[in-house]
């Protein structure tokens, strides 16, 4: 949706992570942004968002200027793989809510065998 260079960006939204059991929270501080002007792309250990916040009065000369607009872009690194397919969000009062649900993780039992035995390798839960 959102192909931005470098020099693009004019501000990156506050973020708030909360770590719960097998899933973790993410909260994006996104005052007068519309859902349609959010981009959001979840990868297995991050989640990327993207997009734009347009000025309130485009067309009026300003005497002065504090509220951040322009195109946004925040990576945020999560401590463990996230069960993509599970993923939701929501946009309410200018915070993005993600929940990011843990992937299921597996452990692996290796025997070791003398040598010149075969190698065992037997999956666990």
Same mark, same amino acid.
């Given at each position: ?27 994006? =501080? ?5 859902? %349609?002007?959010? %981009? ?45 397919? =599970? ?32 190698? =065992? ?5």
């Amino acid at each position: 949706m959102f192909l931005l260079r470098e020099g693009d960006i004019s501000w990156t939204p506050a973020v708030d992570i909360y770590e719960a059991e097998n899933l973790w929270l993410l909260f994006v =501080e996104l005052p007068g942004v519309s859902s %349609d002007d959010i %981009d959001v792309t979840v990868y297995p250990e991050s989640v990327l968002i993207r997009g734009i916040k347009t000025p309130p009065a485009k067309a009026l000369s300003a005497e002065k200027i504090e509220i951040y607009t322009g195109y946004f872009h925040r990576e945020i690194h999560i401590p463990g793989r996230i069960s993509i397919a =599970e993923v939701t969000a929501s946009l309410k009062n200018g915070i993005l809510s993600l929940i990011l649900p843990a992937e299921e993780q597996t452990s692996v039992r290796i025997t070791v065998n003398k040598p010149g035995e075969p190698i =065992e390798i037997e999956k666990g839960d």
